[in-house]
């Protein structure tokens, strides 16, 4: 049925949790780009009807007499049309109009929808792969691989280049109100620091890492009391575990 | 939304800055939001008038100040360029100094550094998240635009080209050529371009007095004393925030 398409995309974009994406649907997306254009070849087909049809039986009011042109707002115009023709002495070729102006209306605006649920789709979809990306430090190589398999290509291009914006906006703010370190950008913005120091235990061996105050070799299953900054985004992508002393 | 419970509690992030001002339930039981509502305190009007000296702020305080607002407000508010690069000179400063000092004391001034770090960080990432909702109103209307700093505008620019790339990309190129924009207004006057809500409901508390207040053209003004708290329209108050009168909680 009409518009069917577009609702199974819009419920999709519903599905879209916090921690959970699905499968980006390319051919429901092909579906209803395909729908759009059939439904904009068929509103050219009646526009072509009823401006050959204006002209040649010599109907009485203007305004559908005037030749309807292609834009958005068509249906506007044809509304306005419409409710004037109510209003007088309608002929036959009249109502064949008003038909065929009832039916562009319907279909302009399963148009207009259809391109809505599009955009709210992908919309949802960049909402959660950017504040995905932020939970990553921003780093698109640290985005797992089941999810990546889930995303258009696309959307891996966009990740990329939303990471590289960023990455420009940060060296952009850095060098100019901080030139001699760092923001530390990235670091975990949820909540304020409470603590210069806080304990992990690693998870995965990571090996030898350089803090200020020296070499730390991370072994699993060892405990360590460090600084929070030297090993955040160790943290972050699962290789220490943070053990809240309170 | 439980106004009465919203009532109670501690409002500010800070709050030294409101020890004697006691928030109490309001009695009133009315939830419409066109009625600002007051919660009352319990500070004399002698207090008050002693207060109004300690209008110099440090930077920090400053930065605190309009990184709660940027954090309640619906809109983008003025960017804060100077006081942010004083305050990481001062950490600059800080830094340097720390090296000399035993390790106890060397601990505490990172410990603060880190502290200022995340303000900075925190008040910069709002402003990208509002920038990110509605970056294309905010590039196209000047007295936004003026509001951003230049980084922040060219980071605006390329967020609104990147999220058209991708949509014509994923599927706009596909659709019929006049379906192909992305800032028009349909038939039933739905905008493309988002806008923030201005209407929507804050708290607010004031910090100097302003005196009688038009809230709503069709109600009494209303007694704005210094330290009083209402929760009302932004679009009412946000010239009063402009000018620093109040702030948001």
Redesign the interface.
């Known amino acids: 049925m009409l518009g069917d398409e577009a609702f199974r995309l819009a419920k999709e974009a519903k599905d879209i949790t916090p921690d959970h994406i699905p499968a980006y649907n390319e051919e429901q997306?092909r579906l209803?780009?395909q729908e759009?254009?059939y439904l904009?070849t068929r509103i050219e087909e009646m526009i072509a009807s009823l401006n050959s049809s204006a002209s040649q039986g010599q109907v009485s009011q203007q305004s559908s007499a005037q030749p309807v042109t292609?834009?958005?707002q068509t249906?506007?115009t044809q509304r306005y049309s419409q409710q004037q023709n109510t209003m007088e002495h309608i002929s036959d070729s009249q109502l064949e109009a008003n038909n065929i102006n009832g039916q562009t209306a319907l279909y302009f605006?399963t148009?207009?929808r259809n391109?809505?649920c599009?955009?709210a789709y992908?919309h949802r979809r960049?909402q959660f792969l950017?504040s995905l990306l932020w939970t990553l430090h921003l780093a698109p190589s640290l985005v797992p691989g089941d999810l990546s398999t889930r995303l258009?290509p696309?959307?891996q291009?966009?990740i990329r280049?939303?990471a590289r914006?960023?990455s420009?906006?940060r060296d952009?703010?850095e060098s100019?109100?901080?030139p001699?370190?760092s923001?530390?950008?990235v670091?975990d913005?949820e909540l304020?620091?409470r603590?210069?120091l806080i304990e992990v235990r690693v998870v995965k061996d990571c090996g030898e890492i350089v803090t200020e105050n020296g070499v730390v070799n991370l072994q699993a299953g060892t405990q360590h009391y460090l600084h929070?900054?030297d090993i955040e985004h160790l943290i972050t992508i699962g290789y220490l575990e943070h053990i809240n002393s309170c | 939304m439980d106004t009465e419970n919203m009532y109670e509690g501690n409002f500010g992030p800070n709050p030294d800055h409101h020890e004697s001002s006691t928030a109490v339930p309001a009695s009133s039981q009315k939830t419409q939001l066109s009625d600002a509502m007051e919660v009352e305190d319990n500070r004399s009007a002698e207090e008050d008038e002693e207060d109004e000296e300690d209008v110099m702020e440090d930077d920090f305080s400053m930065l605190m100040r309009a990184w709660t607002n940027e954090r309640s407000a619906p809109d983008i508010l003025e960017y804060e360029g100077a006081t942010i690069e004083n305050l990481m000179e001062l950490v600059d400063f800080q830094l340097q100094k720390m090296k000399s000092q035993p390790a106890l004391v060397a601990n505490i001034l990172k410990m603060d550094v880190d502290r200022v770090k995340y303000l900075v960080r925190s008040y910069l990432r709002t402003r990208l998240s509002k920038i990110e909702q509605h970056a294309r109103h905010y590039v196209n209307e000047p007295t936004y635009s003026e509001r951003l700093s230049q980084n922040e505008l060219d980071y605006a620019k390329g967020f609104i080209g990147l999220e058209e790339k991708h949509v014509r990309k994923s599927f706009l190129d596909q659709l019929p050529p006049h379906l192909r924009t992305v800032d028009e207004v349909s038939g039933e006057g739905l905008e493309m371009v988002t806008k923030p809500d201005l209407d929507s409901a804050v708290f607010c508390r004031v910090r100097s007095t302003v005196g009688e207040f038009q809230f709503e053209a069709s109600e009494d003004p209303i007694a704005m004393k210094r330290n009083n708290v209402f929760i009302t329209r932004y679009s009412i108050i946000c010239n009063l925030l402009e000018d620093g009168k109040v702030e948001l909680l």
């Open positions: 997306v209803v780009t759009t254009r904009w292609l834009s958005s249906y506007n605006l148009l207009s391109k809505r599009l955009l992908h960049t950017r258009s696309e959307e291009n966009y280049e939303y914006l960023n420009v906006y952009a703010v100019q109100i901080y001699n370190d923001l530390d950008w670091a913005g304020p620091p603590d210069l929070r900054s």
